[in-house]
């Protein structure tokens, strides 16, 4: 039973197969456009250009064997040009062939500029493509993703998108090339040579029947890439708290384990492309000693059998870098599709970024709204009314929901039951894109990238005066933190803050809130590695704001929600307060 559908399914998955190859092409040639087009043409000319230059070889032979001005029509022809000595015609003959290969060196140098700058520019494109396709997918995707994930496709899977797209194209100008030459020597002996390209093209079939495997390879590389990125990135993460009770040993030999997997789907790779060359060099051997023989046997005269065992012999190199392209296209091929997974993932429910629009002025309303995680926890059916200026306080037991209804109200996530209304409206997409504008989350880790205070503070917009930095840094209680500094708004903060204190991080991502003047201000325990009296401090400065934002904090200790308006507790997904 399983030996009749085996056939099927090798058919099946050749379709597979050739059907992502299809789509990289096509995904390749879109990028291009235009610029493919004349890098096709240069690469046609650079083949025509070699061939002539071999074809040049002819009457030069011809010329040198018989030492009496050859035999063949280029005798006819320089003689009708008034060169008549045998040393006059090998010098035209060989000047002629100089200008070929210094047309050729040029052209080639120009066809490989132009195709390096396209492969550059693709994997540059590529990468570019899924960093915008993470920003416009809704926040429930991108939770779900893992971040090693993202970032291994980012970093070495592009990489190999870029080196996929090079050997496509190496393939293609060695195909040309190829044709070409295969083209010279019909002329020059049309059954030998069609003899040799028949078994060529056998050879070629056989290497592509055989690239599934090497896609096989390929796929477990994806895989073993992302494992090897998930356990650095969790390495990293946990160095401190391992390092603090000395086991960082596991985490040391989990990476050499998954480290000897990645090497050893690199090994497999090698083994096989260095099987084929072996074959290969065994083949163009053995094909070379066949065209010699034959040709003697055939009485090929001795110009046209030198220069047809130069034609094959330089016919070898394209014919081994387009095998070596094909595996190493295959063997790249999993990471596109890859990357068009997850974009698939990610783009199906995004809809292009509309142009925002403020909602209406007025208030928060949460109708009867909703969300629950797959797990089932989260936030039960709620309303929720909140005045424009109101300081709410929002408390309760880990788990119970309180972040779920922050996501709910910054439209992180979209009920699943029920709606959010602002200033009495619901919120199509383009208000939607307005009121996150016009909002200012704080999460617990208060992120700061590898930069400058400044940057941090102004996420690289140039038009925040420095004065309102500085006002936005006082209500934080930061100012005097930052005055403190060698390069003050210019000093670093190390990588995710790391040369701040965890209170300073927070410092600083409250102020940089402060910055944005938003409508609504969130702070999900934002400020809880703050000291005490810091906390109340800043707390104070917050609620005295004229004219005040909304804000909505969350908390779980008593003393910060003194300050609200109104505390709510949340208790196993309900409102209780
Ligand atoms: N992405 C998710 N997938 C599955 N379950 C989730 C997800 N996010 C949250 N939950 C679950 O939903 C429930 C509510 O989570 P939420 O983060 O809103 O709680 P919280 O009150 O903010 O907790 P804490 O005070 O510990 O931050 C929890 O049981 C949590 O495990």
């Known amino acids: 039973m399983n030996i009749s559908s085996r056939p099927s399914s090798i058919v099946s998955s050749m379709i597979a197969l050739w059907g992502?190859?299809?789509?990289?092409?096509?995904?390749?040639?879109?990028?291009?456009?235009?610029?493919?087009?004349?890098?096709?043409?240069l690469v046609a000319f650079a083949a025509i250009v070699d061939g002539a230059g071999l074809l040049l070889l002819l009457?030069?032979?011809?010329?040198?064997?018989?030492?009496?001005?050859?035999?063949?029509?280029?005798?006819?022809?320089?003689?009708?040009?008034?060169?008549?000595?045998?040393?006059?015609?090998?010098?035209?003959?060989?000047?002629?062939?100089?200008?070929?290969?210094?047309?050729?060196a040029f052209v080639l140098y120009a066809r490989d500029m132009r195709l390096a700058l396209l492969q550059g520019d693709f994997a540059e494109h590529e990468r570019n493509k899924i960093m915008r396709t993470l920003a416009g997918a809704p926040w429930v995707r991108i939770a779900a993703l893992s971040h090693a994930r993202i970032t291994s496709l980012i970093?070495?899977?592009?990489?190999?998108?870029?080196?996929?797209?090079?050997?496509?194209?190496?393939?293609?100008?060695?195909?040309?090339?190829?044709?070409?030459?295969?083209?010279?020597?019909?002329?020059?002996?049309?059954?030998?040579?069609?003899?040799?390209?028949?078994?060529?093209?056998?050879?070629?079939?056989?290497?592509?029947?055989?690239?599934?495997?090497?896609?096989?390879?390929?796929t477990r590389m994806v895989d073993a890439n992302h494992k090897m990125m998930g356990s650095a990135t969790g390495f990293l993460g946990g160095l401190k708290a391992a390092t603090a009770q000395n086991a960082q040993g596991g985490f040391v030999e989990e990476f050499a384990t998954i480290q000897r997997s990645v090497r050893g789907r690199q090994i497999e790779f090698m083994e096989r492309q260095a099987r084929a060359k072996r074959l290969f060099a065994i083949g163009s051997s053995l094909m070379?000693?066949?065209?010699?023989?034959?040709?003697?046997?055939?009485?090929?005269?001795?110009?046209?059998?030198?220069t047809l065992v130069l034609i094959f012999g330089r016919?070898?190199?394209?014919?081994?870098?387009?095998?070596?392209?094909?595996?190493?296209?295959?063997?790249?091929?999993?990471?596109?599709?890859?990357?068009?997974?997850l974009e698939t993932e990610l783009s199906s429910s995004a809809a292009p970024m509309p142009v925002p629009?403020?909602?209406?002025?007025?208030?928060?309303?949460?109708?009867?709204?909703?969300?629950?995680?797959?797990g089932g926890g989260g936030l039960r059916p709620t309303s929720l009314r909140i005045e424009p200026g109101e300081f709410i306080g929002i408390t309760g037991p880990s788990g119970a929901g309180k972040t779920t209804l922050v996501e709910l109200l910054t439209t992180l996530q979209e009920p699943q039951v029920g709606?959010?209304?602002?200033?009495?409206?619901?919120?199509?997409?383009?208000?939607?894109?307005?009121?996150?504008?016009?909002?200012?989350?704080?999460?617990?880790?208060?992120?700061?990238?590898?930069?400058?205070?400044?940057?941090?503070?102004?996420?690289?917009?140039?038009?925040?005066?420095?004065?309102?930095?500085?006002?936005?840094?006082?209500?934080a209680g930061a100012d005097e933190i930052v005055a403190r500094l060698p390069a003050k708004l210019d000093s670093l903060v190390g990588e995710r803050g790391t040369a701040l204190s965890g209170g300073e991080r927070q410092r600083l991502a409250?102020?940089?809130?402060?910055?944005?003047?938003?409508?609504?201000?969130?702070?999900?325990?934002?400020?809880?590695?703050?000291?005490?009296?810091?906390?109340?401090?800043?707390?104070?400065?917050?609620?005295?704001?004229?004219?005040?934002?909304?804000?909505?904090?969350?908390?779980h200790r008593a003393e910060s929600l003194i300050r609200c308006d109104r505390v709510i507790t949340i208790e196993s997904g309900q409102l209780s307060g």
């Open 315 to 341: 016919m070898s190199g394209p014919a081994l870098m387009i095998q070596q392209s094909v595996q190493n296209f295959f063997f790249g091929l999993p990471a596109f599709e890859a990357i068009r997974n």
């Open 357 to 374: 629009v403020p909602p209406p002025p007025g208030a928060i309303e949460l109708q009867g709204a909703s969300f629950l995680h797959p």
């Open 155 to 218: 970093s070495v899977e592009v990489n190999r998108i870029g080196a996929s797209a090079q050997f496509m194209i190496q393939g293609s100008v060695s195909l040309m090339m190829l044709v070409v030459q295969g083209a010279l020597a019909i002329v020059l002996a049309p059954g030998l040579a069609l003899t040799i390209i028949a078994i060529l093209v056998v050879g070629g079939g056989a290497i592509m029947l055989a690239q599934g495997r090497i896609r096989d390879i390929g």
């Open 419 to 475: 709606r959010l209304l602002i200033g009495g409206e619901p919120l199509d997409a383009a208000r939607q894109a307005g009121w996150r504008e016009s909002l200012a989350y704080v999460p617990q880790e208060g992120f700061l990238f590898n930069d400058t205070i400044r940057r941090n503070l102004t996420w690289g917009s140039a038009s925040v005066a420095e004065p309102a930095i500085w006002e936005a840094l006082r209500l």
């Open 20 to 41: 992502s190859a299809g789509a990289f092409m096509g995904n390749f040639a879109r990028f291009s456009g235009r610029r493919l087009w004349t890098s096709i043409a």
């Open 288 to 306: 070379g000693a066949a065209v010699v023989l034959t040709g003697y046997a055939a009485t090929v005269s001795p110009a046209t059998l030198i």
């Open 510 to 555: 409250i102020a940089r809130a402060l910055l944005r003047d938003p409508r609504l201000l969130v702070l999900d325990e934002a400020a809880n590695a703050i000291d005490a009296a810091g906390e109340k401090a800043l707390l104070e400065r917050l609620a005295a704001l004229d004219p005040r934002p909304t804000i909505v904090m969350i908390s």
């Open 59 to 104: 009457p030069i032979i011809d010329v040198v064997v018989s030492r009496d001005g050859g035999h063949l029509h280029t005798k006819a022809l320089l003689d009708s040009i008034g060169v008549h000595s045998p040393m006059g015609q090998l010098a035209v003959l060989l000047a002629a062939f100089v200008c070929a290969a210094l047309l050729r």
